[in-house]
């Protein structure tokens, strides 16, 4: 018992360590969610893999070495959400809430240029007629693959625009508004839609839309409610309620952050 214990090295207790970690990560990613089954039973053919290899049983070894091995690409095909969740999170580090990327790999930080007061004024019009909007302010991220799923619009903000966009009978009502460099980029874009299940039931599809973007993206989002009039800004996956007094300053801090 003695020798055993002086054949495991620092080495090994951190390979275990992070391996631990690994896991657990992968558990948290996938909690909730439809996959975390196959994960259980991946887990498991694994761990039975190895214990077959310890025993030297070379005809099953054989075979479930086989199966680990194709499964690999059905894996990337099956878990493609998650990894790339999963990606994100490795590349991302949180402090204080805020996502930031870690520092050999960031850029300089800029100022995110956005005229404020105009956003905001739109916001608040939309909401005193209960017009609904989702509003993405993109930062370090221009957010170019979905872009392309809207019409490209490049123009100057302005309220009337804004407005009329998101008019319940304009053709470009329906999706979401990017926002970049201080200029419309597009409009009638589809945002990805978390499977968050602890989103209260009484928000909609807007403010899951925006939920799911920001979970995986380093942007904001304005939602303005069509059922209720509410503003919401949505960061980082946390929906927080706005107010009409102090709409433009949570902004502007947000936009620092």
Not at 9 to 27: C, E, F, K, N, P
Request: hydrophobic fraction near 50%; charged fraction near 20%; aromatic fraction near 6%.
């Amino acid at each position: 018992m003695l020798d055993l214990f002086i054949q495991v090295r620092i080495v090994d207790i951190i390979d275990i360590v992070l391996v631990a970690a690994l896991l657990y990560t992968l558990y948290r990613l996938l909690k909730g969610t439809g996959a975390i089954s196959i994960f259980v039973g991946i887990v498991a053919i694994f761990l039975l893999w190895q214990l077959v290899n310890a025993l030297q049983m070379e005809l099953l070894s054989s075979i479930l070495g086989a199966f680990v091995n194709v499964g690999f690409i059905a894996l990337i095909v099956i878990f493609q959400p998650e990894i790339r969740r999963f990606l994100f999170t490795i590349g991302t580090q949180t402090k204080n809430g805020n996502i930031r990327t870690f520092k050999l790999f960031r850029r300089k930080q800029k100022g995110v240029s956005l005229d404020t007061e105009t956003v905001c004024q739109a916001c608040q019009a939309m909401s005193n007629i209960k017009q609904g909007a989702l509003i993405v302010i993109t930062r370090q991220n221009t957010l170019s693959d979905i872009v392309l799923t809207g019409v490209s619009i490049d123009a100057q903000i302005s309220k009337p625009l804004i407005e009329n966009i998101f008019f319940k009978n304009s053709p470009l009502h329906d999706g979401a508004m990017i926002l970049t460099d201080n200029k419309i980029a597009a409009a009638r874009c589809i945002l990805p839609v978390t499977n968050n299940s602890e989103i209260p039931g009484h928000y909609g599809l807007r403010h899951r839309a925006a939920v799911g973007v920001t979970e995986n993206n380093d942007c904001i989002v304005l939602v303005v409610s069509e059922e209720t009039g509410g503003i919401s800004l949505v960061k980082n996956g946390k929906i927080t309620t706005l107010k009409a007094d102090n709409m433009e300053e949570v902004l502007i801090n947000e936009l620092k952050n």
